[in-house]
């Protein structure tokens, strides 16, 4: 998804069914870039393991995460955790009232001297905030850390 484009190849915006230029929000993932997948830049790593407290919290029974990671779990000493705690390069969260905040770690995979400037989408009645607002590496495969912190707007 970070190696994606929302371009097309004449560098205009991505269409829609109705010819309509659609924006991140409504084209996903996008467009896969076999370039830039071959390199990314930073990788967001997650492990097998990490991924049971968030089944967990789907509701998965034990027998059936068993089947998934093939060993047992008993979810009832586990907590759960919503998808927002996943290291992915995205970030997916129902938002209410209080202000709610996610940490990141990514690897650089790119050239070992490498910056990483924050580029943040406007959300409509959504404050984000990000710390630090830079990745600064200086080797590879170095591993770095951030923070979003998402609130409502007030109206």
Do not use: W
Request: hydrophobic share 35%; net charge positive.
């Amino acid at each position: 998804m970070t190696t994606a484009n929302i371009l097309d190849m004449d560098n205009s915006l991505i269409h829609n069914e109705r010819r309509l230029p659609t924006d991140i929000f409504t084209v996903g993932a996008s467009h896969v870039n076999p370039l830039r997948a071959v390199n990314p830049g930073l990788v967001y790593d997650i492990k097998p393991d990490e991924y049971i407290p968030y089944l967990c919290g789907l509701g998965y029974l034990d027998d059936k995460i068993r089947i998934i990671v093939n060993r047992r779990v008993y979810c009832a000493n586990i907590n759960s955790i919503p998808e927002a705690q996943l290291n992915y390069p995205s970030f997916a969260i129902q938002l209410g009232t209080t202000t709610q905040t996610y940490s990141r770690t990514a690897t650089n995979v790119g050239k070992p001297i490498s910056t990483y400037q924050v580029k943040l989408d406007s959300v409509p009645m959504v404050n984000v905030n990000v710390r630090p607002q830079m990745l600064n590496f200086t080797k590879e495969f170095a591993a770095g850390n951030y923070s979003r912190r998402f609130t409502m707007k007030r109206v």
